[in-house]
């Protein structure tokens, strides 16, 4: 399905494994009583603090399909090596994948009297789709023979810029997202990064708190979106049970993607928006007391949430950056078609 080797994932070598994330093969899980032979003195007190962040938890997500949890399945990969661009991944296979979302999962042609939530979810996946298509714009193999890569401004204005309702859906599906993440600020400004490479986790620390904190974003955009409006409705529970159930369809539908990078980020950027619609919809905006109580993650949530955020902030610069560029581009190629049609 995919011509290109650049279509291949890179996974870590055994020795770059964060040595806290490894999962040791045999090994009992903590709460399993015949390990603490019966006695109750050996079970771990597991109460919870006052703080936001209170260790990892395995909690299941309502939005998403559930296999995010670490398995024997699993293997790390450094996603600095796999960066998301044009893999050559195109075709039935692709567009079969897209139109599922859009036309089995009731998300394109909405009627008008469609809910605000059900545009909202449509809204996310065509902002996902958006910064998809620009990071394939971004860096796109230009000449094959030369392995030769750059951007593709043509590309950029077919599949997005030309569409200015691609362009809205982007920029709305960045400011979900930083909501989401702002929201969440107390239990990420709290939570673990410990690889056992304390340089790289103390900057972890301090970056996520320099987001979280910035106050720059916070009087520049002090409520990027206003969750506490939707679900309203009489029927906002079972509408609730139907978004979520689409959304989870959604998200299993990512294994079917035939391009193993394009699956990695699919997958991440999807966990990261189910992620972002939990912390969003799953804590009550207005019992500020008993919020971060009510938040938990998974490690591999924050992993999405920030990547998610990262990709889309990306993308949004690179319209900014490359839709000069096109208009050029595309005034040059308008031109030389009248030219031709005189
Ligand atoms: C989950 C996933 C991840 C992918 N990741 C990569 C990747 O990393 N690298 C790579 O090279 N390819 C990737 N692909 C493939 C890529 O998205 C395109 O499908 C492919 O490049 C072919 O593009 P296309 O021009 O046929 O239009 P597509 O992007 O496939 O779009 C299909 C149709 O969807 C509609 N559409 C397009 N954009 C939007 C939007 N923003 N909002 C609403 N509707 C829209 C249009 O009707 C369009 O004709 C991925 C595909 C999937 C499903």
Known sequence: MCHLRDCSVCECPEHEFPETFKVPSGQLPVDDLKCQEGKPQAMVDRTLDKKAFRGWMETDNPWTYDDETDNSEMTYVNLLLNPERYTGYMGPSARRIWDTIYKKHCLKDLPGDASTERRVLYKLISGMHSSISA??????????????????????????????????????????????????????????????????????????????????????????????????GENGNELKSQIQLQFRNISALMDCVGCEKCRLWGKLQILGLGTALKILFSVDSNDLINQSAQLQLQRNEVIALINLLSRLSESVKTLHDLAPVTKNAMDGQIAASSLQSL
């Open 135 to 232: 990071h394939i714009a971004k860096e796109y193999l230009l000449d094959e023979g030369k392995n030769l890569w750059g951007p593709n401004p043509t590309l950029l204005y077919e599949r997005v810029l030309k569409h200015p309702d691609r362009v809205r859906n982007l920029y709305f599906t960045f400011l979900f997202v930083l909501r989401a993440v702002t929201k969440a600020g107390d239990y990420l400004s709290q939570a673990e990064y410990s690889t056992m490479n304390s340089l790289e986790d103390q900057n972890t620390l301090s970056l996520v708190n320099q987001l979280v904190n910035n106050k720059r974003l916070q009087s520049a955009c002090p409520i990027p979106f206003d969750e506490a409006k939707l679900w309203k």
